[in-house]
């Protein structure tokens, strides 16, 4: 059975990044989808877990990332899937491991870019404005 047309489907994703040599970098990955595209890691938000939790399991899933998630939401998007609406929830991914291996590594690729680089890869305006603004949002929050 569909959802009717104004449903709402919660979604959360990350913002990974991490400090290479002093300089940052955000790990994306490539859509499931033919098209290819670059984004973040995103799904829907699970039963039992906040987004945060979701998000952070979305980024091991799909990306083989082990990191902290900052609990406070740093941007939000709308998009049309599945008849109704996605509203996703975005945080920031502090990366500590990549895996070599990872569930997803077969359908998706993983690269590591620069802010100016991902800026340019991304194209949700939401996300992107959240890569211009990374320095400043990161100075202005606790590290773990």
Known sequence: MSKPRDSFYEQSGVIPF????????????????KRQRW??????VE???????????????????????YPHVVGEYQYPKWGG???????????EQLLTTWEEDKIRSRRLVTPTEAYHLLDVPAVKNIVLQLPSLLSSMISP
């Open 18 to 33: 991490m400090r290479l040599q002093e300089e940052l970098h955000l790990v994306l990955i490539t859509s499931s989808s």
């Open 39 to 44: 984004i973040v890691p995103k799904g829907m």
């Open 47 to 69: 039963k039992n877990l906040t987004p945060a939790e979701s998000a952070t399991k979305e980024a091991w899933e799909e990306a083989g990332i082990v990191g902290y998630t």
């Open 85 to 95: 609406i996605c509203r996703v929830q975005l945080f920031l991914l502090e990366v």
